[in-house]
């Protein structure tokens, strides 16, 4: 029998500051590693991060830090962490670049190269746990959920999600390995969500282009768009609605 321990070292009852220990025997594994920014009456703080000292007093231990997607929530901490644990990095294509953008804006890590790109095939055994991926949801592409398999059954952390089945490919969650995680025995489901426990209907990504599109369509003069940056689907579907209506038709023409 395996010796488990699961830790939440942020982002549990708070927006941000992700970050969960999943401990198999002597192996850590660390799932994402994010910072939160300050609230309104916390002058002078520019961004909140996890205590990374049970990492630091056990780095020796540390298998690895596998990211679930490219927001600060996942990424942002990540340069202070490596800055006490310098251990290998893991995440899809866009994660990783991303990451490295943030590793390397910060002096003590900007020589920091240890990044490995997986995706949601990928399977690694470290004698004994097996770490592996699945596709999920979220205003990102390339989010991925961990599964760390041990003997007594699957550590599910999902990462930032919802359930969309009209998302474009880039965005599918993949219910069949969904399916295929529940088979194997799920010990513990690390889930994060937000507004999880609401009873209303989340649009799906298909409803929000269209009212993006019927509002903008038709419109006569200049639009102005606001969007929070790092929605990536957002913008996509913000670029791809202009482009479709008569305005931006001209305008691209006429570029």
């Known amino acids: ?26 192996h850590i594994f660390v799932l994402d ?18 205590n990374f000292d049970y990492l630091e007093e056990n780095k020796d231990r540390v298998a690895g830090i596998f990211l679930t997607h490219g927001h600060a929530d996942a990424i ?11 251990v290998p990095v893991f995440g899809s294509h866009l994660t990783i670049e991303l990451a490295k953008l943030v590793v390397k804006n910060y002096a003590a890590t900007k020589k920091f190269n240890d990044f490995h790109v997986i995706n949601s095939k990928a399977e690694i055994d470290f004698g004994g746990p097996v770490i592996s991926f699945f596709k999920t949801t979220h205003s ?19 990462g930032d999600f919802k359930f969309d089945q009209a998302a474009n490919l880039f965005y599918r969650t993949d219910f069949a390995r969904l399916a295929e995680i529940g088979r194997e025995g799920v010990l ?7 507004n999880a426990d609401s009873n209303v209907q989340v649009a799906s990504m298909h409803e929000e282009a269209e009212e ?8 006569d003069g200049r639009v102005i768009v606001a969007a929070v940056a790092s929605n990536i ?10 482009f479709l209506s008569k305005n931006c038709t001209w305008l691209a023409r006429n570029y």
Do not use: H
């Not at 699961?6 to 969960?20: D, H, P, S, T």
């Open 212 to 219: 993006i599109f019927d509002t903008i369509a038709d419109w």
């Open 1 to 26: 029998m395996s010796d488990i321990k699961i830790i939440a070292l942020g982002g549990v009852r708070e927006n941000g500051k992700n970050l969960y220990i999943a401990e198999v025997d002597e």
């Open 188 to 194: 513990a489901l690390l889930s994060d969500s937000s």
């Open 140 to 158: 990102i592409p390339e989010s991925l959920g961990i599964v760390v398999k041990t003997d007594e059954g699957n550590i599910v952390y999902t």
């Open 33 to 50: 590693a994010g910072l939160k920014y300050p609230e309104n009456e916390q002058l002078g703080v520019d961004v909140i991060v996890p």
């Open 233 to 242: 689907a957002r913008i996509q579907q913000i670029s791809a609605q202009l």
């Open 76 to 86: 942002g901490a990540l340069p202070y962490l490596l800055e006490k644990v310098k």
